[in-house]
């Protein structure tokens, strides 16, 4: 009588392997996207729109004090430009998409309270409280940065809750304090933190 040969059953190991690869080679891809993203923000980008703000500053309070509101959004418009543009600059140096991953979730994270910002501007002005407006920039603002810098470094959302503080600042301090407190917000905190962005996560 031959004897019985002991059926040989398919080993599982090399499916359990390739599943456990295939989970850390998804894993290391959300990585390499998350800090990729995080770092595309642009921190001499920063430090220019700081610079710039500081100008403004002068300008409003000293030879063009009765258009300081259009002195200030023009230098707005300016920095969103600018720094958009150096934002999509350093992001496709890198390689970088940001229409999509976190990239995506931080400008849509940013976007409503620049938004808001725009329409309370327009409604304070017309009813005549733009003393309301330096204070609701800066806090609104640093609101932005906070949501989104959830996806970026560290002290992109440090950066944020500063500026929300002198946003409270502003809104209970007397008018005249006012350009001051812009200039040290979108003047001197961005030169500081644009400062630090640039030295550890590079321009």
């Known amino acids: ?101 976190v990239g995506r979730r931080f400008l849509f994270s940013l976007t409503p309270p620049l938004v808001a910002a725009v329409v309370l501007t327009v409604v304070l002005q017309r009813m005549g409280a733009s003393e309301a407006i330096p204070g609701t920039w800066l806090l609104l603002y640093g609101a932005g940065v906070v949501t989104g810098g959830t996806f970026s470094v560290r002290p992109v959302p440090v950066m944020g809750v500063s500026f929300m503080i002198l946003g409270v600042v502003a809104l209970a301090a007397p008018p005249s304090w006012s350009n001051a407190l812009l200039a040290a917000g979108f003047g001197g905190l961005h030169i500081i933190f644009g400062a630090i962005i640039a030295r550890r996560y590079g321009g």
Do not use: C
Not at 14 to 39: C, G
């Open 1 to 101: 009588m031959p004897a019985t040969q002991p059926v040989k059953k398919g080993r599982r190991e090399p499916v359990a392997l390739h599943s456990h690869a295939m989970d850390n080679l998804r894993y290391i891809r959300r990585a390499m996207e998350s800090s990729a993203s995080f770092t595309s923000v642009p921190g001499l980008a920063g430090i220019v729109i700081g610079i710039t703000a500081l100008v403004a500053a002068v300008l409003a309070g000293t030879r063009f004090a009765d258009q300081w509101l259009a002195v200030w959004v023009a230098d707005a418009v300016f920095a969103l430009a600018f720094g958009g543009w150096a934002m999509t600059r350093k992001a496709r140096g890198e390689g970088i998409q940001l229409s999509r991953g």
